[in-house]
T-cell receptor, first 113, second 113 residues
């Protein structure tokens, strides 16, 4: 079974530029999460989708971050404009219905300079 | 606010010994608690889940305990090996509604040959 796919794997941008990350969850997983993990910290939830609807985006900095999951499958996370403190790994994860285990992708590493 | 505490200092042990990692939480009552392993540059990988009505859970060389009175979970790796070296994250989660694991910062385990 294919895992959670994320791209790009690495990205370096200058502050005030924009960036987009893509995630393809495990086939059939209705729930999709985006987490931000800053070096030395645990993953912090940014947004949770159930199919194509947002369940929780209370910790998403909506002035600069946006995310969508239009067809209930792939998802995109965008940052515009980026700040230095956005340097982190952006982890996408998905969960099958009826289970409590979530499956993570390898992450997209962002460095803002 | 909800708080999850894991030892920030790395745990160094000799191969063959038992490693014990601690996760303490405050200001909520999780129905589940999960442990994940994270290797450098990789996404977290699920290891074990324990429910609030379970005192102990085992899987091969891994054992997890869950004390809802102490608000604490202990994660044990017996007969540790250098390949067990990684960061271990605990993730308590409340029951009902959307399922949103909240992660601790993780504890780094280093097993010396």
């Amino acid at each position: 079974e294919a895992g959670v796919a994320q791209s790009p794997r690495y990205k370096i941008i200058e502050k005030r530029q924009s960036v987009a990350f893509w995630c393809n969850p495990i086939s059939g997983h209705a729930t999709l999460y985006w987490y931000q993990q800053i070096l030395g910290q645990g993953p912090k939830l940014l947004i949770q989708f159930q199919n194509n609807g947002v369940v929780d985006d209370s910790q998403l900095p909506k002035d600069r971050f946006s995310a969508e999951r239009l067809k209930g499958v792939d998802s995109t996370l965008k940052i515009q404009p980026a700040k230095l403190e956005d340097s982190a790994v952006y982890l996408c994860a998905s969960k099958p219905q009826g289970e409590n285990t979530i499956y993570f992708g390898e992450g997209s590493w962002l460095t803002v300079v | 606010s909800q708080k999850i505490e894991q030892n920030s200092e790395a745990l160094n042990i000799q191969e063959g010994k038992t490693a014990t990692l601690t996760c303490n939480y405050t200001n909520y009552s999780p129905a589940y608690l999960q442990w994940y392993r994270q290797d450098p540059g990789r996404g977290p990988v699920f290891l074990l889940l324990i429910r609030e009505n379970e005192k102990e859970k085992r899987k091969e060389r891994l054992k997890v305990t869950f004390d809802t009175t102490l608000k604490q979970s202990l994660f044990h790796i017996t007969a540790s090996q250098p390949a067990d070296s990684a960061t271990y994250l605990c993730a308590p989660s409340a029951s009902g509604g959307s399922y949103i694991p909240t992660f601790g910062r993780g504890t780094s385990l280093i097993v010396h040959p």
